[in-house]
């Protein structure tokens, strides 16, 4: 019998016909197989921590969640092969028992590494690209059904699809990450005002190996973290009271556990345009929405990368992040602020909140087309679009597709 499927915050309910739990990494392409011959649909879901309709399906959900642990590791070339249902909470500790590290992480770990890699979600960190940089190879169910494997090298350029590939280009089952040794990570965290914040914004940003800042639109305070690597932390900072101070390994660290759950909406914005962003979308917090909203801002830096679809896409990038509570409206006032974050350039994080389609994000990736060519390579018939990534992508429905659906049904 059909049953409901929720995302993490609750604003995310469809019932899929069926939900599927493979074992193997078989099982997975029998079910690929077999929707492709019934000219059906398949998704994957995660552990639900995205909130855009990425996975919601009227046909074949996926759950990868019985695809654990490490199937080889490489500790001279910092590289470790795991299977796709890890979580980064579960892949933190399994890598770490092997003497490895990720070179970052975002703000929770809850999520499974192939859901934060396949929509692009990063850290913060100057010099420190999105999580999807460290893969650099795997193994695939594409949409017939074939099980392939991609590297670096081979096939050319599909790499970069793949790093950001929302899972249209087909269902990973084994990732092969490139690593670092483990570390340990000073974290500190300071509260001070927003004139302070941003007149130090450029010498913490260059300084902190990890730097991010929040900012709480009712009392227009701002809270400063820092993660370095112990012994090379820049000092104090006269201008900020230090609340919390601690050291630990990195994928204990630079997490936390976050039991009030919430809605999202994050634009990447290149960065020389980040101050200005935020300074307008404060101004309009402060004037519209501070009755309503008490959850704070989120501003985070992330290196460029090469991946098509990514965020941080050959660009210097700022993040500009908006909650609400989760089972609140957040509607009207994630729209109010969206126009902002778009008149500076802002690409969405492909996880979260937005309003944008084909025509309004194919001028933002530079590397667009390439990435439709390579979905187009590995599934024509569509195995892996509903709707809505149709929509999303501009890839209009095949006469040869429209056949083989009516055949399945």
């Given at each position: 019998m ?78 470790a ?14 890598l ?22 396949s ?42 699809a ?15 990450l ?88 994050e ?77 500076h ?19 933002l ?25 149709r ?18 049904r």
């Open positions: 059909a049953r409901e499927w929720v995302n993490w915050s609750g604003s995310l309910r469809f019932t899929p016909e069926r939900i599927e739990t493979p074992d193997s990494e078989q099982a997975v392409a029998a079910i690929v197989q077999r929707a492709a011959e019934q000219g059906r649909t398949v998704r994957v879901a995660g552990r639900g921590h995205s909130s855009s309709p990425l996975v919601q399906t009227d046909d074949t959900l996926a759950s990868l969640e019985r695809l654990q642990g490490i199937e080889s590791v490489d500790t001279a070339a910092h590289e092969t795991i299977r796709a249902g890890m979580t980064l909470q579960d892949a933190g500790e399994a770490f028992e092997a003497g490895l590290a990720m070179h970052n992480l975002g703000d929770v770990n809850v999520q499974q590494v192939i859901g934060g890699i929509t692009g979600t990063h850290g913060t960190g100057r010099k420190l690209p999105c999580l999807s940089a460290m893969l650099v190879g795997g193994r695939m169910v594409i949409g017939s059904g074939e099980v392939i494997e991609f590297t670096e090298e081979q096939p050319p350029g599909f790499l970069q793949a790093r950001v590939g929302l899972g249209v280009l087909g269902i990973i089952t084994s990732l092969r490139r690593l670092l040794p483990a570390y340990k990570l000073h974290r500190q965290e300071w509260c001070t005002d927003v004139r302070h914040c941003l007149d130090h914004l450029d010498e913490l940003v260059a300084r902190n190996r990890n730097f991010d800042f929040y900012w709480y639109p009712r009392s227009d305070e701002v809270k400063l973290r820092t993660w370095n690597l112990p012994g090379e932390e820049p000092g104090d900072l006269p201008y900020a009271t230090l609340v919390e101070d601690r050291t630990d390994w990195a994928h204990r660290i630079i997490t936390k556990k976050r039991t009030i759950r919430f809605d999202e909406m634009y990447g914005i290149p960065a020389e345009a980040g101050v200005r962003c935020f300074l307008q979308v404060r101004r309009r917090m402060k004037d519209v929405y501070r009755k309503y909203v008490g959850w704070r801002l989120l501003y985070r830096t992330v290196a460029p990368d090469d991946a098509c679809l990514s965020i941080a896409h050959g660009c210097e990038t700022v993040t500009i992040s908006v909650h609400h509570n989760a089972g609140l409206p957040f509607e009207d006032f994630f729209r109010g602020i969206e126009p902002i974050l778009r008149d350039e802002g690409r969405p994080h492909w996880g979260k909140k937005h309003t944008l389609r084909a025509e309004d994000l194919r001028p990736y530079p590397q667009w087309d390439v990435f439709l060519q390579a979905r187009q390579h590995t599934d024509p018939q569509g195995v892996f679009l509903t709707p809505y990534l929509e999303l992508l501009g890839v209009p429905v095949s006469e040869q597709a429209r056949a083989a659906a009516f055949a399945g």
